[in-house]
């Protein structure tokens, strides 16, 4: 079955202490995974995608396939992190279906 | 360039009802995915439109159906409501079937049912 799973539903840190938000997948083949975020009031959008190997607002996000995972991480948290964070994966089928994880809510503390 | 826009914001139905939420896709792209978003879950994947065909479809009953237009516009149809269906429906879209770009997402419409 393919499935994404973000164990921790909300994460509390403080300003300046680095962050790992987890992510973990099941998945037969090469995955294709996402990081969508979703800040306050505003729409969810595309925050990564390992296939570009970017960083994008200081997070990364590096792929395991040993471990299956796709954990998102920053060294250190900004209070404007502050949001709804959403891992995905491609699902198979040759079309654009994403199958999304329940999310974890990062909240960072002044 | 315009982005996803989606309407109404928010719905209320009585059950057995029918419904048919909208979507206006992103300038440039010729793919409209929906989604349904419960509370306190991430977005599941209802099914997908590419040049006005369903071409992939989520574990959604035939009672969740949709169109594209030639102007890449959607709808969602959900008729039979049940209380089950309260959620937030969520369209984006893309451009061609692949995912190089991801989606771009609109804002949603809050669909309750009573």
């Known amino acids: 079955a393919q499935r994404v799973t973000q164990p921790e539903k909300l994460l509390s840190v403080f300003k300046g202490a680095p962050v790992e938000l987890k992510c973990n997948y099941s998945?037969?083949?090469?995955?294709?995974l996402f990081w969508y975020v979703q800040y306050s009031r505003q729409r969810l959008q595309l925050l990564l995608r390992?296939?570009s190997r970017e960083s994008i607002k200081g997070f990364t996000a590096d792929l395991n396939k040993g471990e299956t995972s796709f954990h998102l991480k920053k060294p250190f948290a900004q209070e404007e992190d502050s949001a709804m964070y959403y891992c995905?994966?491609?699902?198979?089928?040759?079309?654009?279906?994403?199958?999304f994880g329940a999310g974890t809510r990062l909240a960072v503390h002044p | 360039e315009t982005g996803v826009t989606q309407s109404p914001t928010h719905l209320i139905k009585t059950r057995g009802q029918q419904v048919t939420l909208r979507c206006s896709s992103q300038?440039?792209?010729?793919?409209v995915s929906w989604y349904q978003q419960a509370l306190g879950q991430g977005p599941q994947f209802i099914f997908q439109?590419?040049?006005?065909?369903?071409?992939g479809r989520g574990n959604f009953p035939p009672r969740f159906s949709g169109l594209q237009f030639p102007n890449y516009s959607s709808e969602l149809n959900v008729n039979a409501l049940e209380l089950d269906d309260s959620a937030l429906y969520l369209c984006?879209?893309?451009?061609?079937?692949?995912?190089?770009?991801?989606?771009?997402f609109g804002s949603g419409t809050r669909l309750t049912v009573v």
């Open positions: 984006a879209s893309s451009s061609g079937t692949g995912m190089v770009y991801g989606y771009t």
């Open positions: 998945y037969s083949g090469s995955p294709e």
């Open positions: 390992h296939i």
């Open positions: 995905a994966l491609r699902g198979s089928g040759g079309y654009n279906k994403l199958i």
């Open positions: 300038s440039g792209h010729n793919t």
């Open positions: 439109y590419y040049r006005e065909e369903e071409n």
